[in-house]
């Protein structure tokens, strides 16, 4: 059964930190780039960073760039979300995906080239 499983989500004030985990099963982890999506209420789900199957290219959105980091063990077939500096307009469901599509090793920020998603971990800032 394919699934992804993020955990890590909470409460958190202005400035602070979350580390957010992915668990993947039901496919060769190591064969497959890797996303985090984010979706606040009444908004699009957006790109927020993305690493490629091996681990050595990632991608990130201009607004988390320099305060968030993804990696992955592929050893454990987990992927992590590192969030520093936190801001309210970081509020919202963050999402695990796998891209299953064409070029599956390389990672992309487009939520259509993902096609297995996790159920999501609300992450809330506030002051």
């Known amino acids: 059964q394919v699934q992804l499983a993020e955990s890590g989500g909470g409460m958190v004030q202005i400035g602070g930190s979350l580390r957010l985990s992915c668990a993947a099963s039901?496919?060769?982890?190591?064969?497959?780039?890797m996303a985090w999506f984010r979706q606040a209420p009444g908004k699009e789900r957006e790109f927020v960073a993305a690493i490629s199957a091996g681990g050595g290219t990632t991608l990130y959105a201009d607004s988390v760039k320099g305060r968030f980091t993804i990696s992955r063990d592929n050893a454990k077939n987990t992927m992590d979300l590192q969030m520093n500096s936190l801001k309210p307009e970081d509020t919202a469901a963050y999402y695990c995906a796998r891209k299953t599509g064409s070029l599956t090793t390389v990672p992309t920020t487009n939520v259509g080239s993902y096609n297995d998603w996790g159920r999501g971990t609300q992450v809330t800032v506030s002051s």
């Open positions: 039901g496919r060769t982890f190591t064969a497959y780039a």
